[in-house]
């Protein structure tokens, strides 16, 4: 369709400068926490085989999955037509985490602790908050705490959730603002058996993530038919939470483990956190802001290693998505003005190179530029037609330049700091060695 | 298949964290030499709609192109049958920076200057140098020299060829290296057009393009159909040639905006560099190593915003991917060390927290670790059981530790330098601000 504007597909975001170091700023976030706390960077491919996902990430995910194949193979084609894509756009890295993991389980250390962020794709209908490509952060800890080693798995536990609530503090979030609700899985499944659902553990548990998602009134009938006696469920639940996570008896190690590194106050007891993945197997967490939204979420897959052909290797991990994230920063008035993001990220020019207006002095423009760009300077400098000196200092004061260079004849130059707006002139070299990055 | 370990998608890559950081290094070159240089950075979706990259980008992308389609939607799995995805997997970037610029070109300023990082896919035979999936780095300039203003577009050419050597140059890499190979669509198709291929010069670039990657015996015959008389077109070419581009009379202004940037040592005038992608449409360069491979590319796409539905704009800019730069890098011995990429980076951690084994020092080590991270600092500690303070102090090292910090008992510890070997004990706050980030 020439010459008609093509829109970006639905659900996915074009990020123009504004938006893009915005973007920057929370990534930059993300990796700082990550390395601050000893995690280590990992990828993988963006495409994975689908049954990578497939295995155990349960309907939910599995029910979204941007399907993508390759349009030479023509073995690949066939399956198409029955609908059947032979690689996934990743809607979740731990699978690929698991993968990776797995395939060097021997070499690793123990533990390994890994962070990654990058893009993620989900077919999902398009919302606030929710989009069909967003950014994810994850951090996991892998191979730390065995069956035997209740202690040892709550300080891994506590280690993932306190890197993620240093991040949230970074940004200026406060324990009022947000809150660590914390479950543990095996707890909830045995207090379901109890109540009625002995033998459909799991989709009792799946059916009490979606409680508050749907309304009361249909969820309590659909316990019902699988004999669950939500009643009882409710009287229990209600004896598992407790002020402090240390006070309630079934979570005193990680209580403990949580206080220690100075986070208990972000948390809290929620016996209702079930998290839809399939694959967790003990704690579950989720980070909600204002009493409503999650901002993160995670827990222990003590199993899924195994699933990808390692050795049982104890694990534990969150996710946290950029765009409700960033939601919340605004809404809290916590994301920085687009001048202090350029600065906190090394996006300020250092210089920005002005022609007095004399053919020679044009001419000089390129090769200063050259010349403080081989020095390790951010250097820019006006297309415009226009010889209107002051004009040129505006465009250099627009552009956010700490300098302002007039280049005024052979080997001279105004030197203009347009932060304290004072100014000297003289040689070139002189004047240049006072531009430290 | 529980137990078993699944692969990864042939072509594409697992990044462990030496892989990762390696990655980073080269990412984070590409950022900062950008930045110097003055452009923006943008990103757009991974995925478009078909024709985005359909509509311009010429037989030799589309054939490699991966579909992808959401298994949610009904209409996109008819349309499956008959083998049309909806959308693609990006194999190149230029498409979405067209489409996005297009969308708001009366906003945007004259020239903008965007860069671009991320993953690109093509479906083609992985080989050394070449995979499905792989990370390309784009810069362009557009909206700078109309038609009527040679001089401007050969500025913006220059700025697009420097900033690119730059990046090369910063590796450390020397003009005896590698050559920036450059050409012009515009006076080749003519010359094309004089020896016979008027009305196909398109037809022709693009089997010049294929020259020396198809033997010669094969490709005379196939100019011979096209009706070009090569021998001619050969002594033509000859003459394009020069010692310096602005020797050459057809390239004077680039060979003069190329010197005032200080780059022209890099540059030669080639005149059988063609470029696959059928929309450039003047300039073309090819930045080659040691007179074979090709390390990044690009060129005037003078047309391709209005094909995206904006106003002609004039428009000039290139491609760099991270795996033949990483392979010449490895091959020429320019890659750092992974103690140094880790330094680089900012990776090293800042403290190693260490128990002298009393129950009271053990207790200690978790929130120490809590209050140096909330300090800004990089601090690690050993999961291990071992008391040795010997074997401890040898995994703090071994994790590139800036510090070891051995706690002694109630306030107080002692503090390692690990890069000089010194060692003081004292009060814990005394101590702690010794370290510096």
Redesign the interface.
Known sequence: ?????????KG??????IE??R??WIEDKWRKTS????F??????????V??FT?KSGEGIV???????????ETQ?EN??Q?H?P?A?RPEFTPTLA??F???AKQLP??TK?FWQG?C?R??RPQRGRL??FLQWNCDILG?GGPDQPK?RA?ADAEAI?VCV?LLASCGLKPSDITVQINDRHIVAGMLAECGAAGREMQALMLLDKRGKIPEAEIGPMFAAMGVDLARFDAMAAGLRAPRVSDSPRFADLGA?LA????EDWCAVNPYIARGLAYYTGTVFEVIVDGERAVAGGGRYDNLI?????PPTPAVGFGMGDVVLSLVLQDKGLMPTDAQIAKDL??R?DAFVISNGTPESD?AV??L???L??R??????S?KATKNIGKLLKDASDAGARFAIIIEGAGEVTLKNLDDNTQDRGATDAMLARITP
């Open positions: 369709m020439p010459g008609s504007t093509l829109p970006s597909p996915t975001r074009d990020f123009y400068p893009m170091a973007r920057r390395v601050r706390h000893g280590e960077e990992i990828d993988g491919p963006t495409f994975e085989h049954e990578v295995i029910s979204e999955i941007f399907g993508a194949f390759s349009g030479k193979d084609l198409l037509k609908g894509a690689f756009l993968r990776m797995a395939a060097r123990q533990p890994w893009p794709f077919a999902e069909r490509e730390m040892e300080t306190a240093d483990a220690s590194l100075g986070v195994e699933v990808f052909g390692g090394g996006l020019p001419a390129a090769p530029l050259a010349r760009r081989g390790g300077l951010h250097a820019r400098r297309y």
